[in-house]
Protein backbone atom coordinates (compact mmCIF):
# COMPACT_ATOMS: atom_id res chain seq x y z
CA UNK A 1 0.00 0.00 0.00
CA UNK A 2 0.98 3.23 -0.94
CA UNK A 3 2.10 5.95 1.39
CA UNK A 4 0.12 9.37 0.91
CA UNK A 5 1.11 12.95 2.24
CA UNK A 6 -1.35 15.92 1.38
CA UNK A 7 1.16 18.45 2.32
CA UNK A 8 -0.78 22.12 1.94
CA UNK A 9 -0.72 25.89 2.49
CA UNK A 10 -3.09 27.61 3.66
CA UNK A 11 -3.33 31.43 4.01
CA UNK A 12 -6.86 31.91 5.60
CA UNK A 13 -8.25 28.41 6.46
CA UNK A 14 -10.39 27.71 3.18
CA UNK A 15 -7.41 25.38 2.03
CA UNK A 16 -6.84 24.02 5.23
CA UNK A 17 -10.58 22.65 5.76
CA UNK A 18 -10.19 21.16 2.30
CA UNK A 19 -7.11 19.70 2.75
CA UNK A 20 -8.00 17.83 5.78
CA UNK A 21 -11.51 16.61 3.78
CA UNK A 22 -8.96 15.13 1.39
CA UNK A 23 -7.06 13.84 3.77
CA UNK A 24 -9.49 11.49 5.22
CA UNK A 25 -11.13 10.83 1.53
CA UNK A 26 -7.55 9.54 0.49
CA UNK A 27 -6.54 8.11 4.14
CA UNK A 28 -3.78 9.99 3.62
CA UNK A 29 -1.71 11.63 6.43
CA UNK A 30 -1.42 15.94 6.79
CA UNK A 31 1.20 18.21 6.66
CA UNK A 32 0.75 22.40 7.22
CA UNK A 33 3.32 24.41 4.71
CA UNK A 34 4.12 27.47 7.61
CA UNK A 35 5.37 30.43 6.48
CA UNK A 36 8.73 31.58 8.52
CA UNK A 37 6.68 35.17 8.59
CA UNK A 38 2.76 34.95 9.00
CA UNK A 39 0.72 36.12 6.55
CA UNK A 40 -1.30 38.83 8.32
CA UNK A 41 -4.53 40.77 6.31
CA UNK A 42 -2.43 43.55 5.26
CA UNK A 43 -0.04 40.60 3.71
CA UNK A 44 -3.00 39.58 1.35
CA UNK A 45 -4.45 42.53 0.47
CA UNK A 46 -4.26 41.40 -3.72
CA UNK A 47 -5.60 45.07 -4.06
CA UNK A 48 -2.44 46.81 -2.53
CA UNK A 49 0.29 46.94 -5.40
CA UNK A 50 2.79 47.11 -2.15
CA UNK A 51 1.26 44.34 -0.11
CA UNK A 52 3.51 41.39 0.87
CA UNK A 53 1.39 39.13 -1.56
CA UNK A 54 1.63 40.99 -4.19
CA UNK A 55 5.03 41.76 -4.10
CA UNK A 56 5.91 37.84 -4.09
CA UNK A 57 4.37 37.14 -6.92
CA UNK A 58 5.17 40.08 -8.58
CA UNK A 59 8.77 38.72 -8.36
CA UNK A 60 10.01 35.53 -9.68
CA UNK A 61 12.79 34.58 -7.50
CA UNK A 62 10.70 35.29 -4.31
CA UNK A 63 11.12 32.51 -2.15
CA UNK A 64 9.41 32.84 1.26
CA UNK A 65 11.18 31.01 3.98
CA UNK A 66 9.40 27.89 5.79
CA UNK A 67 8.62 28.40 9.27
CA UNK A 68 10.35 24.59 9.60
CA UNK A 69 11.80 22.01 7.20
CA UNK A 70 10.44 19.41 9.15
CA UNK A 71 7.91 17.81 6.54
CA UNK A 72 7.99 14.31 6.04
CA UNK A 73 8.25 14.00 2.25
CA UNK A 74 10.95 11.07 2.23
CA UNK A 75 8.79 8.53 3.50
CA UNK A 76 5.62 8.94 1.31
CA UNK A 77 5.00 7.83 -2.14
CA UNK A 78 2.55 10.26 -3.31
CA UNK A 79 2.38 13.79 -2.11
CA UNK A 80 -0.77 15.63 -2.63
CA UNK A 81 0.11 19.54 -2.58
CA UNK A 82 -2.89 22.07 -1.82
CA UNK A 83 -2.70 25.95 -1.74
CA UNK A 84 -5.17 28.62 -2.85
CA UNK A 85 -5.00 29.56 -6.08
CA UNK A 86 -3.37 33.95 -5.97
CA UNK A 87 -2.65 35.58 -9.39
CA UNK A 88 -3.74 32.77 -11.55
CA UNK A 89 -1.21 30.03 -9.62
CA UNK A 90 0.01 28.63 -6.62
CA UNK A 91 1.23 31.22 -4.42
CA UNK A 92 5.34 31.20 -4.10
CA UNK A 93 6.07 29.43 -0.47
CA UNK A 94 4.71 26.74 -2.87
CA UNK A 95 8.19 26.71 -4.76
CA UNK A 96 10.12 26.67 -1.60
CA UNK A 97 8.21 23.71 -0.47
CA UNK A 98 9.05 22.06 -3.75
CA UNK A 99 12.81 23.55 -3.41
CA UNK A 100 13.12 22.53 -0.22
CA UNK A 101 12.78 18.48 -0.43
CA UNK A 102 13.46 16.12 -2.56
CA UNK A 103 10.82 14.45 -5.17
CA UNK A 104 12.55 12.33 -6.93
CA UNK A 105 10.40 9.24 -8.40
CA UNK A 106 7.37 10.54 -6.04
CA UNK A 107 4.30 11.54 -7.37
CA UNK A 108 2.78 15.11 -6.62
CA UNK A 109 -0.72 15.67 -7.58
CA UNK A 110 -2.27 19.37 -7.28
CA UNK A 111 -4.95 21.03 -5.67
CA UNK A 112 -6.42 23.99 -4.87
CA UNK A 113 -8.75 26.19 -3.70
CA UNK A 114 -9.83 29.44 -5.38
CA UNK A 115 -12.47 32.32 -5.32
CA UNK A 116 -13.01 32.74 -9.09
CA UNK A 117 -10.12 31.15 -11.23
CA UNK A 118 -8.82 27.36 -12.24
CA UNK A 119 -5.63 25.93 -11.91
CA UNK A 120 -4.47 27.14 -15.51
CA UNK A 121 -0.84 27.20 -16.19
CA UNK A 122 -0.08 26.23 -12.69
CA UNK A 123 1.51 22.41 -13.15
CA UNK A 124 4.06 23.90 -15.97
CA UNK A 125 4.97 26.54 -13.75
CA UNK A 126 5.65 24.34 -10.80
CA UNK A 127 7.73 21.66 -12.28
CA UNK A 128 10.69 23.18 -12.80
CA UNK A 129 10.96 23.03 -9.02
CA UNK A 130 10.81 19.35 -8.65
CA UNK A 131 12.10 18.26 -12.16
CA UNK A 132 12.31 14.61 -11.05
CA UNK A 133 9.16 13.86 -9.35
CA UNK A 134 6.08 12.27 -11.23
CA UNK A 135 3.40 14.94 -12.02
CA UNK A 136 -0.38 14.11 -12.12
CA UNK A 137 -3.00 16.62 -12.89
CA UNK A 138 -4.59 18.50 -10.46
CA UNK A 139 -8.04 20.23 -9.33
CA UNK A 140 -9.66 22.30 -7.78
CA UNK A 141 -11.79 21.06 -4.93
CA UNK A 142 -13.58 24.09 -3.61
CA UNK A 143 -16.66 22.78 -2.08
CA UNK A 144 -16.12 19.11 -2.75
CA UNK A 145 -17.26 16.72 -0.38
CA UNK A 146 -15.66 13.82 0.81
CA UNK A 147 -17.14 11.14 -1.60
CA UNK A 148 -16.47 12.80 -4.46
CA UNK A 149 -12.31 13.46 -3.32
CA UNK A 150 -12.36 9.62 -2.54
CA UNK A 151 -13.99 9.17 -6.20
CA UNK A 152 -10.99 11.76 -7.64
CA UNK A 153 -8.33 9.82 -5.77
CA UNK A 154 -9.29 6.07 -6.81
CA UNK A 155 -9.84 7.30 -10.59
CA UNK A 156 -5.46 8.81 -10.78
CA UNK A 157 -4.75 5.12 -9.45
CA UNK A 158 -2.33 5.78 -7.25
Known amino acids: MKKILVAYFSASGTTKKAAALLARAADADLY ?5 VPYTAADLDWTNKKSR ?6 DPSSRPALADMGAPV ?3 DTVFLGFPIWWYTAPTIIKTFLESYDFTGKTVVLFATSGGSGLGRT ?7 APSAVWKGGKLINGASESSL ?7 GL
Not at 53 to 58: G, I, R, Y
Not at 123 to 129: D, I, R, V
Not at 150 to 156: G, H, Q, R, Y
Open 150 to 156: KLWVESL
Open 32 to 36: EIEPK
Open 123 to 129: ESALKPC
Open 53 to 58: STLEMN
Open 74 to 76: SVY
